[in-house]
């Protein structure tokens, strides 16, 4: 009788497991609105020209605008630096100094 119990709580705890998961995978998952963001490949010091294999794009969601970045690297390619920037981080327009500066 002590089995039979055991069998019959283990297949209801399946039952339940199995429930939780197809409910868990049919749910439609929320979407996020994507745009693309340019960010450095490597770390890029200050004063340093910016060529076309220093930046890339990256995801961003639209939800959170990173006010002054840009959406395309040819923007940003021939700017001098005004201020360090770390890998893969946003390369905004307060960063870059005037397209005539030039580099140090």
């Known amino acids: 009788m002590n089995k039979n119990r055991i069998l019959i709580l283990a297949l209801v ?4 497991i199995g429930g939780v998961i197809y409910m868990a995978c049919s749910r439609p998952q929320d979407s996020v ?6 960010v450095a ?21 639209k939800s959170t605008p990173l006010r002054g970045s840009f959406s395309d690297p ?7 630096l005004r201020v ?4 893969n981080e946003p390369i905004l327009e307060s960063k870059l100094a005037p397209k005539e500066t030039r580099s140090q």
Do not use: N, Y
């Not at 705890?13 to 339940?16: D, F, K, S």
């Not at 040819?74 to 001098?80: A, F, I, Q, R």
């Open 84 to 87: 360090k920037v770390q890998v």
């Open 41 to 61: 490949t490597k770390t890029l010091d200050r004063g340093a020209l910016v060529t076309k294999e220093d930046v890339r794009l990256v995801e961003w969601p």
């Open 13 to 16: 705890a399946l039952i339940l």
């Open 74 to 80: 040819s923007k940003v390619v021939g700017h001098v």
């Open 33 to 38: 609105a994507i745009t693309k963001i340019v």
